[in-house]
């Protein structure tokens, strides 16, 4: 079975700070990944994902993840946090053995301080 | 155009009761994904309806839980005999993908948060 690990549940930053929040996922096979952020109260809406291609993908709101299949991570970066940035981000696996099921890390929460 | 749309938004009921939560797809995904969010579990996958196909229905909790989705559209999540332990947010989530593996992006409702007293 598949599964994704992010590191840290809780991670905070300074304003104009680097985000960096890491995942890790275990597959046999190369997988699609993908990186939702969840604002308070409302639903997940997808941030970026890698399928095929260009390792480097660049999503929504200045953020951008690299996907390095010898470390199995796809760890989410972003140069300068704006407090805008402080919400839960889920990074997911589908693909490979799970199928069309997409599979979810724990979250990590971010809060941004001035 | 619209998104995925989930009622009632939040929903309080007595141990013991049975409850329907509700989920209106985005028109023409053929995907349609129910999970549950609970503090401190991270998303948990509950069933996932494909087309035509048989759905499945691997992370279902317990056979307390069932969902079905009429005409390919709306679906259903039907907990029965509540616990209080279900209390969680219920997300469902659609995607226009069609093939093998999921490489197209869930799009998500705003979930409906259950409350078992």
């Known amino acids: 079975a598949q599964s994704v690990t992010q590191l840290g549940s809780h991670v905070s930053v300074s304003e104009g700070a680097l985000v960096l929040l890491r995942c890790n996922y275990s597959s046999s096979v190369p997988p699609y990944l993908f990186w939702y952020v969840q604002y308070p109260n409302q639903g997940l809406q997808l941030l970026l994902k890698y399928t095929t291609g260009a390792t480097l993908v660049k999503g929504i709101n200045g953020f951008e993840a690299e996907f390095k299949k010898s470390e199995t991570s796809f760890h989410l970066t972003k140069p300068s946090a704006h407090m805008s940035d402080a919400a839960e981000y889920f990074c997911a696996v589908s693909g490979g053995a799970a199928g069309n099921k997409l599979t979810f890390g724990g979250g990590t929460r971010v809060l941004v301080k001035p | 155009g619209a998104g995925v749309s989930q009622s009632p938004s939040n929903k309080v009921t007595e141990k013991g009761k049975d409850v329907e939560l509700r989920c209106d797809p985005i028109s023409g995904h053929t995907a349609l994904y129910w999970y549950r969010q609970s503090l401190g579990q991270g998303l948990e996958f509950l069933i996932y309806f494909q087309g035509n196909s048989a759905p499945d229905k691997s992370g279902l909790p317990s056979d307390r839980f069932s969902a079905e989705r009429t005409g390919g559209s709306v679906s259903t999540l039907t907990i029965q005999r509540t616990q209080q332990e279900d209390s969680a947010v219920y997300l469902c989530?659609?995607?226009?993908?069609?093939?093998?593996?999921?490489?197209?992006?869930?799009?998500f409702g705003n979930g409906t948060r259950l409350t078992v007293t």
């Open positions: 989530a659609s995607s226009s993908n069609r093939g093998l593996a999921n490489n197209s992006p869930l799009h």
